[in-house]
């Protein structure tokens, strides 16, 4: 059965979630940019490697919406009707923002050469960072 | 007409005096969902609706009407 205890926990939890993945919207976005035709991502690398794993965590983190780690009431809490419907917008936001990234990047290559792995990686951290951003937002509101 | 979801979920809440934290408790979920259907930020589901008309001992029509719904 929830407890008082519970809910306090879960909406300390949601805050934190929310500022953690506005955070990482943020440093993965200024990383795209930043590291824009930069060497260590256009070869084979650990520098380059790791954005792999680490787009696949975050796509993790918003499927399961965090709080793995809590324990099974607060978790719920943690993920219940709102932040589940929160979590779908985010991602529907995410798509778009993935979408129209896509496309500009598509008629900018047209203006300036831009390699494989820079326009896939600017692609996945605007779909990802959009959507980190959106979920964080809809949680604080 | 523009339709919308009223609720006197705050009014109900408060003739029994129970926090936002408390209500979220009896029904299973957190104290932000309570405040964002309270708000009208929030349409929660029929089951959530159910659950919260439960919860403080009425009907849910009680709680939620549809504005501007003409019969």
């Known amino acids: 059965m929830v407890r008082v205890h519970n809910v306090e926990q879960a909406e300390r939890a949601s805050r934190g979630r929310a500022a953690v993945m506005a955070l990482a919207a943020v440093v993965m976005m200024l990383n795209a940019v930043i590291e824009f035709g930069s060497a260590p991502y256009s070869v084979l690398g650990l520098r380059g490697a790791v954005w792999i794993p680490m787009i696949g965590a975050w796509l993790f983190i918003l499927a399961k919406g965090g709080g793995l780690s809590r324990d099974r009431l607060t978790s719920s809490l943690l993920n219940d009707e709102l932040s589940l419907q929160n979590r779908a917008r985010a991602l529907s936001f995410g798509f778009y923002a993935t979408m129209l990234a896509g496309l500009l990047i598509y008629a900018g290559s047209w203006y300036q050469e831009i390699g494989v792995r820079d326009a896939l990686r600017l692609v996945t951290a605007v779909g990802i960072s959009g959507a980190l951003a959106r979920y964080a937002w809809l949680e604080v509101r | ?71």
């Open chain 2, 1 to 71: 007409m523009a339709e919308a979801l009223a609720n006197r979920l705050r009014d109900a809440r408060s003739a029994l005096g129970l926090t936002q934290a408390e209500l979220a408790e009896r029904v299973g979920v957190s104290r932000k969902t309570i405040n964002t259907v309270e708000n009208g930020v929030f349409v929660p589901s029929t089951l959530l609706a159910l659950k919260l008309a439960r919860a403080l001992g009425c009907a849910v029509e009680a709680i939620f009407s549809l504005d501007g719904w003409e019969e």
